[in-house]
């Protein structure tokens, strides 16, 4: 049996045949989405940016432990869209990208949460398109926090970004096209019809 990655990830509650067969085969195979995308440059830019690119995760799961401290998190959460084309249909849509530092409790001052919170900023407002993902990238707010747990007490700061971006979705039309019926009105027009002409298109055999 063929492995399905969608099926593994979603615990078999959607697969790649599935979504083949609810849309008539226009799917070839699962693509990322584009939030994938963006989610992944955005955490490749940022291991470019520390001293150890292994602390940075695309993961919204907060540290357990001392020893995962410090850590970077790169996560995606709410998104409005907007029709912003009819045909093609085009979307915009902007997403709330959020980046959390996470350090120990006792290491993060207030100058120092700046100074870092400053360097990701410019980071991204280098490069608002994100590699060509995105219409623009803006910083929406900007959050320091104290996390206390059962295992572990670190300091939080979170930067929050909207990022505007646009997708375009095609109609999927079945290819049953059998004939092409053609009219003319030769010139000079007179709203009458002088030729028609009727083509018969090979029919298509087997699945």
Same mark, same amino acid.
């Given at each position: !049996?063929?492995?399905?990655?969608?099926?593994?990830?979603?615990?078999?509650?959607?697969?790649?045949?599935?979504?083949?067969?609810?849309?008539? #085969?226009?799917?070839?195979?699962?693509?990322?989405? $584009?939030?994938?995308?963006? /989610?992944?440059?955005?955490?490749?830019?940022?291991?470019?940016?520390?001293?150890?690119? +292994?602390?940075?995760? #695309?993961?919204? $799961?907060?540290?357990?432990?001392?020893?995962?401290?410090?850590?970077?998190?790169?996560?995606? !959460?709410? =998104?409005?869209?907007?029709?912003?084309?009819?045909?093609?249909?085009?979307?915009?849509?902007?997403?709330?990208?959020?980046?959390?530092?996470?350090?120990?409790?006792?290491?993060?001052? +207030?100058?120092?949460?700046?100074?870092?919170?400053?360097?990701?900023?410019?980071?991204?407002?280098?490069?608002?398109?994100?590699?060509?993902?995105?219409?623009?990238?803006?910083?929406?707010?900007?959050?320091?926090?104290?996390?206390?747990?059962?295992?572990?007490?670190?300091?939080?700061? /979170?930067?929050?970004?909207?990022?505007?971006?646009?997708? =375009?979705?095609?109609?999927?039309?079945?290819?049953?096209?059998?004939?092409?019926?053609?009219?003319? +009105?030769?010139?000079?027009?007179?709203? $009458?019809?002088?030729?028609?002409?009727?083509?018969?298109?090979?029919?298509?055999?087997?699945?």
């Amino acid at each position: !049996m063929v492995p399905d990655a969608l099926a593994d990830l979603t615990g078999g509650l959607f697969s790649a045949e599935s979504l083949q067969i609810a849309t008539g #085969g226009g799917l070839s195979g699962v693509a990322p989405h $584009q939030r994938t995308l963006i /989610r992944d440059y955005v955490v490749a830019k940022m291991r470019g940016l520390v001293l150890d690119g +292994d602390r940075v995760e #695309g993961s919204r $799961q907060l540290p357990i432990t001392d020893t995962e401290l410090p850590k970077v998190l790169v996560y995606t !959460m709410s =998104e409005a869209a907007e029709e912003w084309n009819r045909s093609p249909l085009r979307v915009q849509r902007t997403l709330e990208l959020v980046i959390d530092v996470c350090v120990s409790k006792h290491l993060f001052l +207030d100058d120092q949460a700046d100074a870092v919170g400053n360097a990701i900023e410019q980071l991204l407002m280098q490069d608002p398109s994100l590699g060509g993902l995105a219409v623009d990238t803006i910083i929406a707010r900007t959050d320091k926090a104290k996390v206390e747990t059962t295992s572990v007490d670190l300091a939080l700061l /979170r930067l929050t970004f909207s990022v505007i971006y646009q997708t =375009e979705h095609v109609e999927l039309v079945p290819d049953n096209l059998e004939q092409i019926a053609a009219r003319m +009105d030769i010139s000079p027009p007179d709203q $009458q019809i002088d030729s028609e002409d009727l083509v018969e298109l090979p029919v298509k055999e087997g699945p």
